[in-house]
């Protein structure tokens, strides 16, 4: 037998005394960082002491002996009366389960008996007659941990388990991103995976393939090729350069004909008037659109000359190509800093229409010198640079062309330049630009949106633009030398085929490659070679057809003999591959692949050497946003909406703000080691300054996300009370206690509620009673009704202790004019008193539940499967190592990398 832990035995055997000192302590009168100490020091996984693994041989048996003298006559006396043949509460009978664990059917039913006492949940405290004394109740729990720790190990050893599946979609785009050297979007075409029973989009179960999806596949890896080389020679770089004085000649060319006609009608007035020299002195007059006597609106985007205060307010029309700049024939040399400026205040945007002169690829580089008009403590102004157009009245284009804003830290007096690089194949292009000429319909240009983000700071100035473009840093850029690489023996196509082959696909299907691997591929490449022009088009079907492989596609190929077989051991090159998938979400790089060539990598200080390493590395962040999104369900979030009349603020920065804090916070606890009960509650959150107001939360400024000290008081601090979880699990008008407390037993404890019976009434909408009622009056009574009690009881009062956040996230004490009430009480008849009750009961009673689910959940990311039971003792046996080691994220990650259940297939 591989082990005899016992571990799960430890929920109440070993801390009866615990149990006993504590009871009487565990009540409001502990602040929150009492309460964790306290919930630490009484922790059952913390107590318990782990067994050696035995060299014992032999299969496990059941202990029914223990069954029939001790275990079935408590649970006879207790349990029979409610759950037996003469009443069967919830439809549930222990009279009739199968006290043979190890053989039996009934292990699910066994696990919910299991869950429920030590939870305490059962018999209910209302049930004096039923009372289990704390003695009994560690004796069937520890009977019951003894018999699922042997049952899991029959389990393992019948039914192995195979991590063996394809890429998920976001595993696809980031492996090309590294194999082919460009941060591109090479994965949009795909569909987005199926959500397994962990919440995750990796699982195996739902990660197959058919012919037709390995064709499609080819099709991907192709238009992905093709994306990152270059033919022929390095394209001409066209530039822009544009000096605010030619955006204020373009606004008076196109804003002045409503004033000359205005100015024509009044000198007509005059002459009629018999003003002849009034007429003239008019007529001699500068047309101007705004100057320093309070003509025209300085409120909005205008270009001005500081000097004089004279100039045109800035805008747009797509029609007829009248706002279209030209590129440079002949690049000039950068010009001094001009006193004519574009001003642009908090919130507007300056429109450049660039035609349809730009390249199909490279990248867009736009330099602008730009200044703060006032620089003021505490008032950021940043740019955010949008790529579009408009085709005709009903169609039109855009996308932010760069992942984060840049910042204007330099005055409008001393202006300097900021600098964005857009890949122009990353950007939707206009489809007529080819086809249309510019000034025709449909428009063929393209127009760059330059847009001022504050926090209400003055405006920007602009004295100087210039945009250029294809933009290379090399020629051939890094991603096609890496697949055309240089060789004496380019112009010998047979051998230098061999070549590139070998070193593709070796990076590609992450093992060395033999001669039986490139034969193939050198017999293909012959057969398409006569079909194309040049080498390099032939060369790219082949290179398809790599990436098109399972050994690309799918994690761990060397295991797919072995998937129905006997568990093994992982290699050193698969487990290469499962580490960097876990942490990068993508192939292993050049120092993986090395060490696991070289046998070297399972070697266990080397393997910590290389976690540290692969953590502190940037694609680490993959880890974090995956696996966030998912374990916390934030795809719920990027498709609510709420009521723009209720919820104003709320917009889709917002909403990009509310996804990134989770992640924002799970890295702040990452990079520190520190608890994973911080994700309960802490004293820190992690919040940019748009967060911050909304939390009403002073002094943080700017977009950038930080780490901010926070009190109890501030009802924050952890992940429960992140404004983008309560957001999801609102209706869009209001908080949502059901959609709340689903959550938080799905995915913090990791104890879904049972699926809703059929046929359950709906609230009745139409009853102006009920439209009276506060939601939590609502659901009580809904819950007063039969068919709804079982249910809601056990869901409710979890989501009931979040009703001071509204459907925002926001903080409240009222709600329909009544004071919020946030008390609740669960079904074990612990009351809860809001999120500070919810906080500290989570905290006192259950730490090694949430142990148990964030190791459960992040165990099966890791490794790409569903858990079962089988994999319960190994749960456990991690928990209890990692409560002993401190509960620090960090630690979790090498811990679940270390297990068993990580190396084997």
């Known amino acids: ?107 699910n039913d066994w696990l919910e008996v299991f869950d429920v006492l030590t939870n305490e949940e059962m018999p209910p405290e209302d049930e004096p007659d039923y009372h289990l004394a704390d003695k009994e109740r560690s004796r069937v729990v520890e009977w019951l941990g003894e018999e699922m720790n042997k049952a899991s190990q029959v389990q393992r050893h019948e039914q192995p388990h195979s991590s063996f599946r394809r890429m998920t979609k976001n595993e696809y785009n980031y492996a090309l991103q590294d194999l082919l050297g460009e941060a591109f979007s090479f994965a949009e075409d795909l569909p987005t995976e199926t959500i397994s029973e962990d919440g995750f989009t990796n699982s195996s179960e739902h990660l197959t393939m058919s012919a037709m999806q390995f064709q499609a596949y080819r099709e991907l890896g192709l238009k992905a ?142 330099r602008i010198r730009t200044g703060k008009r006032e620089l003021i403590a505490n008032k950021y102004s940043s740019l955010q640079l949008i790529f579009g157009g408009q085709t005709s009245n009903n169609a039109s284009f855009e996308k932010l062309a760069t992942e984060e804003n840049l910042l204007i830290e330099a005055s409008a007096e001393s202006p300097q330049f900021v600098q964005f690089d857009i890949p122009l194949s990353e950007m939707p292009r206009n489809p007529f630009r ?63 085929a061999r070549e590139i082959l070998a070193k593709f696909t070796g990076r590609a299907w992450r093992r060395p490659i033999q001669d039986q691997d490139l034969d193939p591929l050198i017999v293909l490449f012959n057969q398409y070679r006569p079909q194309f022009d040049n080498f390099d088009d032939a060369m790219l079907e082949v290179l398809a057809t790599v990436l098109a492989s399972p050994e690309f596609l799918y994690i761990t190929s060397e295991n797919s003999k072995l998937a129905s077989a006997q568990e093994t051991s992982l290699s050193d090159l698969a487990l290469a591959s499962r580490l960097s998938y876990f942490l990068w979400s993508s192939i292993p790089d050049a120092e993986l692949l090395t060490l696991a060539k070289s046998g070297q990598l399972s070697q266990p200080k080397i393997l910590e050497a290389q976690i540290e390493r692969m953590l502190n590395d940037p694609r680490a962040q993959r880890f974090s946003k995956v696996f966030v999104e998912e374990w916390l369900g934030l795809e719920a979030l990027k498709h609510i909406n709420l009521d723009k009349k209720l919820f104003s603020s709320f917009n889709e920065d917002f909403r990009k703000d509310m996804l990134l804090e989770p992640v924002a916070y799970f890295n702040q606890v990452l990079k520190e080691n520190k608890s994973i009960m911080d994700f309960i509650h802490s004293d820190f959150i992690v919040v940019n300054e748009r967060l911050a107001k909304h939390y009403g939360i002073t002094e943080v400024y700017g977009e950038a996300f930080r780490k901010v000290q926070v009190k109890d008081s501030s009802h924050r601090g952890g992940i429960l009370s992140s404004s983008g979880l309560l957001t999801m699990n609102s209706d869009g008008k209001d908080s949502h206690p059901l959609k709340r407390g689903i959550w938080l037993l799905e995915n913090i404890l990791h104890d879904p509620p049972p699926p809703a019976p059929p046929n359950v009434p709906e609230v009745d909408l139409t009853d102006p009673e009920i439209l009276k009622m506060t939601l939590k009056e609502r659901i009580e009574d809904h819950r007063n009704q039969a068919a709804c009690r079982s249910c809601h009881a056990k869901i409710d009062p979890w989501g009931i202790a979040f009703e001071n956040y509204d459907a925002m996230g926001a903080f409240r004490n009222t709600v329909k004019n009544k004071p919020v009430d946030a008390t609740s009480e669960l079904f074990n008849k612990q009351e809860l008193s809001g999120i500070e009750g919810l906080k500290r009961y989570l905290l006192v009673d259950r730490q090694d539940q949430f142990t148990r689910a964030m190791i459960h959940k992040m165990t099966s990311y890791a490794l790409g499967r569903p858990m079962s039971f089988s994999d319960r003792a190994d749960i456990d046996e991690m928990a209890v190592e990692f409560r002993k080691q401190g509960d620090g994220l960090r630690d979790l990650i090498a811990l679940i990398i270390n297990s068993e259940l990580f190396h084997k297939n």
């Open 1 to 107: 037998m591989n082990k005899l832990f016992n571990l799960a035995t430890a929920l109440l055997l070993t801390c009866l005394w615990t149990r006993e000192s504590f009871a009487a302590k565990a009540d409001a009168s502990l602040n929150l960082t009492e309460a964790r100490k306290f919930g630490r020091a009484k922790s059952n996984l913390l107590h318990t002491k782990t067994e050696k693994k035995s060299a014992e041989v032999g299969e496990p048996k059941a202990n029914l002996a223990d069954f029939e003298k001790e275990i079935g006559p408590i649970l006879k006396a207790n349990c029979i009366d409610c759950h037996g043949p003469k009443k069967a509460k919830g439809r549930f009978r222990v009279d009739t389960l199968d006290a043979n664990l190890l053989k039996g059917k009934d292990i």
């Open 225 to 366: 090729l093709q994306k990152v080389i270059v033919k022929g020679e390095r394209p001409a770089v066209i530039t822009y350069q544009i000096p605010m004085q030619r955006m204020l000649d373009l606004s008076a060319k196109n804003l002045s004909g409503r004033l000359k006609k205005k100015r024509s009608q009044k000198i007509e007035k005059l002459k009629k008037e018999g003003k002849e020299k009034e007429a003239k002195d008019l007529m001699q007059q500068e047309l101007v659109g705004i100057d320093d006597k309070n003509i025209g609106d300085k409120r909005g985007v205008h270009l001005i000359d500081l000097e004089t205060g004279k100039g045109w307010a800035s805008s747009y029309n797509y029609a007829k190509a009248r706002w279209a700049l030209r590129p440079d024939e002949v690049q000039s040399p950068t010009p001094k800093v001009s006193q004519l400026r574009a001003v642009i205040p908090n919130g507007h945007s300056m429109k450049l229409d660039l035609g349809n002169f730009l390249a199909d690829k490279g990248d867009m580089r736009v």
């Open 434 to 496: 080819k086809s249309s000429e510019l000034g025709g319909t449909p428009t063929p240009s393209e127009v760059l949106t330059l847009k001022h983000v504050s926090n209400g700071a003055p405006p920007i100035e602009i004295d100087y633009i210039e945009i250029s473009s294809p933009v290379y840093e090399q020629w051939p850029p890094k991603s096609h030398a890496s697949i055309f690489i240089e060789s004496k023996n380019k112009k010998n196509e047979p051998k230098y």
